[in-house]
Each structure stands twice: as structure tokens, then as C-alpha cells.
């Protein structure tokens, strides 16, 4: 069993950058492949970024490629999301989420934990 807890959100204006955290507790972090999925007010959530359990496969939906940037340390059971170049359409409730079944993936049910998400706020 892991908990997830993300933080870093807020109010940005466009073209700022921002870096989201999500701690992890319980279990073993470096068996957990990561992911971040995103919100937007009435629309479904959708997938932002993923990164393996050791760090070296990572990937991003088309439309963060070359702004965004994911990362973790393991020693510090911590995977990041560096936001750059943020647009009006990033804004979200970003939700870090975490799974151990399988290879690293963009899709939703293939993570089973699930942090109660951060607010990012981008004006134009």
C-alpha cells in the first residue's frame, strides 16, 4: 500500500514555470512505475507524463512534449513534474498516481494509488 501526496500547485501567469511533488510513503517506492494525469473543469482526467521504476523510460501526451519534464528520486520516494512555457489550457487538478502491475503506461487503470491531486492555475 502507498500514499501518494502532491504539492507545488498554484496561480501562475502564462509562460511561468512551476514543479509539482509527489511524496510517497509505504511500500517500496522503486517498484512503483509513476505517472502524472491532469483535470481540467468539465472535461475527463487525462494523462500527462509516466516514468519507469528506475527512471529510464519516460513519456509525455503530445501536448506538454519539450514544456514538461518528469522525474523521481528514489531515495527520496519523490517524482516530480517540471512545468515550462505554461499555457491558459494547463489548467488542472494534476494528480500523481502510482502502479505496480506491468510495464509504466499512459493508461488510468493501470495505476491503482492515487494522490488527492494539486490545483494549477495558469492566467492569461
Known amino acids: 500500500q502507498v500514499q501518494l501526496v502532491e504539492s507545488g500547485g498554484g496561480l501562475v501567469q502564462a509562460g511561468d514555470s512551476l514543479r509539482l511533488s509527489c511524496a510517497a510513503s509505504?511500500?517500496?517506492?522503486?517498484?512503483?512505475?509513476m505517472a502524472w494525469f491532469r483535470q481540467a473543469p468539465g472535461l475527463e482526467r487525462e494523462f500527462v507524463a509516466a516514468?519507469?521504476?528506475?527512471?529510464?523510460?519516460?513519456f509525455y501526451t503530445p501536448s506538454v512534449q519539450g514544456r514538461f519534464e518528469i522525474s523521481r528520486d528514489n531515495a527520496k520516494y519523490t517524482v516530480y513534474l517540471q512545468m515550462g512555457s505554461l499555457q491558459p489550457q494547463d489548467t488542472a487538478v494534476y494528480y500523481c498516481?502510482?502502479?505496480?502491475?506491468?510495464?509504466?503506461?499512459?493508461?488510468?487503470?493501470?495505476?491503482?494509488?492515487w494522490g488527492p491531486g494539486t490545483q494549477v492555475t495558469v492566467s492569461s
Open positions: 516514468i519507469s521504476r528506475t527512471g529510464g523510460v519516460f
Open positions: 509505504g511500500g517500496s517506492f522503486n517498484t512503483y512505475f
Open positions: 498516481a502510482a502502479g505496480n502491475r506491468g510495464e509504466v503506461s499512459e493508461r488510468e487503470d493501470a495505476y491503482r494509488w
